[in-house]
């Protein structure tokens, strides 16, 4: 039976990404000095017993102000500093909490859904009727959209609430890790900071050689799995100026195998970078390989990303047709024009509009990539079998940008329909904390993706935002989705809520130089929507 069991392992050590991701390094405490410097881990578990104590710990190292660049293997001789810290907590508070939660992300959903099927009616009475003007059709219709306003405002509290919330059970806690302290100490806070690293990324862009840049402090959120439900990136410890990055993560294990590579899977990489090469060389020209070489210098402590192997899959089911313009599919055209000097030339893909990608394409292209984008309704995981998902090595693929849980009404009847042949444990493993545990197993260093349903205008922004900041600008990838919390690009229930966010950010805009608004404690909720699972150092080149 030993022996048996020692085959099985090899077996599964060899063949199964998942199984070498779950499995405990004998070593672990070594592991921390393997992380780069500005790696801060914020470390948060409940007892298993039940829930009766939460446990806290910080991991960091030493921060140092010289501005040198590390050598050898990112500062691993110095020491990592930990705090630790426990408190007893009410698990039934958190129930409590969670089913908040829940009810918080059902009610956005359903809202949501009720939007956009207003919309698309009104669209088709549009067609329909171009060239009346009937003022009862009208008032009814204001008359509805205000009643809807009412219930986004209401989840706009809810939301303020369940963070208030989140704050207070997790303050026993926080308070004696004193977070703060880990970023007034660093060195790259001050706003004159910011814009000399702003001048360096564009002397690099030019093709000026400089000193690499410094991405700043990162905040890394090791939590367990129910922790994950709350919107932890919300916490106000969390909102400093010194944090430049805030992602989460769901052991030190898996947050160590994203960081370091094994060999097969470099040797893979390679091979792609030497076709590329190839295909290059045959053209004859060796003046365009130096062009596609210029660019920013890596930063400091980030992992790079070939951008010739980008794969992408958006509206698989052409669900969004009825946008025009606004719609992903010419979002992704756009991309694909804006940036095709350098980054998109060789990007592959397929729309929905021209056919419907099998599981074999799913398979080929997520097995063949550097990175993946997909951007359609519902879930990602509704449209490729999660148990097919978990039997994948997807090491190549590093960084995985997913813009779903968006819902129509053609594409909610289509699902529903679906959905009831499917079994509870198959559903479940398509929540979005479960899709990113999924595609965490096979090997992908960086997900980014929604935690609850957002509307499809609203990934279409964050679509451009992001591909803007991570082509153009070179932002690593824990930054790219740090702007995205700025509340510029809010196009959910904020902009028609008449009292609260919105308006806030008006005067804020007005008053720059005026003191805090009275009501800056009000939180967007679609600015923390979108988060980040993994390394937040990947920068695309």
């Keep these: 039976t030993s022996s048996l069991s020692k085959t ?26 393997e992380f780069p410097s500005n790696f801060n881990l914020i470390i948060l578990h409940h007892s298993e017993d039940s829930r009766s104590v939460l446990y806290g710990a910080i991991l960091e190292k030493p921060k140092s102000n010289t501005g040198q660049k590390p050598k050898g293997n990112q500062l691993s001789g110095v020491s990592t500093r930990a705090k630790v810290a426990c408190a007893t907590v009410n698990a039934r508070t958190f129930s409590c909490l ?25 669209a088709q009475q549009n067609k329909v009727e171009k060239l009346q003007k009937d003022s009862q059709k009208l008032e009814t219709v204001k008359k509805g959209a205000g009643a809807t306003t009412q219930d986004e405002c209401k989840l706009i509290a809810d939301f303020c609430d369940i963070v208030k919330a989140v704050e207070d059970y997790l303050k026993p806690v926080l308070s004696q890790l004193d977070l703060s302290s880990l970023w007034q100490h660093s060195p790259q806070v001050s706003a004159k900071d910011s814009k000399k690293t702003k001048e360096k990324e564009s002397a690099a862009d030019k093709g000026m050689q400089g000193e690499p840049i410094n991405i700043g402090e990162c905040a890394i959120l090791l939590v367990d799995k129910l922790l994950m439900e709350l919107p932890l990136e919300a916490l106000k410890v969390l909102q400093e100026g010194g944090i430049c990055s805030v992602s989460r993560d769901f052991s030190l294990q898996i947050l160590y195998n994203r960081l370091h590579r094994e060999e097969p899977v470099e040797s893979s990489t390679k091979k792609d970078a030497k076709g ?36 992408y899959i958006v509206d698989p089911y052409n669900d969004a047709s009825y ?41 080929q292209m997520l097995t063949n990539c550097s990175a993946f984008i997909f951007c359609g309704t519902e879930r990602v ?79 279409v922004q964050t679509l451009e935002i992001l591909t803007e900041n991570l082509l153009k600008v070179g932002k690593a990838s824990g930054q790219a989705v740090c702007t995205l919390k700025s509340g510029v690009h809010n196009l959910t229930m904020e902009k028609k809520c008449p009292v609260g966010p919105d308006a806030l950010h008006e005067e804020t805009n007005k008053q720059e130089n005026l003191t805090e608004p009275k009501d800056q404690d009000k939180i967007l909720p679609s600015a923390f929507n979108y988060v980040l699972y993994g390394l937040p150092n990947l920068v695309i080149i």
């Excluded at 969670?98 to 949501?112: A, C, G, N, P, S």
């Design 98 to 122: 969670l089913e908040k939660v829940q009810l918080y992300k059902q009610e956005m959903m359903q809202l949501l859904l009720k939007r956009q099927y207003q919309f698309r009616k009104k």
């Design 8 to 33: 099985l392992e090899q077996k599964l050590s060899s063949n199964s990404r998942a199984w070498e991701n779950l499995q405990i390094n004998p070593q672990h405490l070594n592991l921390l000095n």
């Design 276 to 311: 590329a090469k190839k295909d290059s060389s045959a053209k004859g020209d060796k003046k365009k390989t130096k062009m596609v070489s210029v660019g920013p210098v890596l930063p400091q402590n980030c992992i790079p990303v070939d951008a010739n192997f980008l794969k």
């Design 323 to 363: 946008l025009g313009a606004t719609n992903c599919l010419n979002k992704m055209a756009e991309i694909l024009v804006n940036y095709g000097q350098q980054f998109t030339p060789r990007w592959e893909g397929t729309v929905g509009s021209l056919h419907v990608p099998s599981h074999a394409e799913w398979e």
């Design 381 to 459: 995981l509704a449209s490729f079998s999660p148990f097919k998902l978990a039997a994948m090595n997807l090491s190549a693929c590093q960084i995985m940008i997913l813009l779903d849980l968006v819902q129509t009404s053609h594409s909610f009847f289509r699902q529903s329909k679906l959905d009831i042949e499917k079994s509870a444990l198959n559903l479940s493993l398509e929540r979005p904390l479960e899709t990113a545990i999924l595609l965490s197993l096979t090997g992908i260093r960086c997900i980014m993706a929604n935690q609850w349903h957002s509307i499809l205008e609203q990934n």
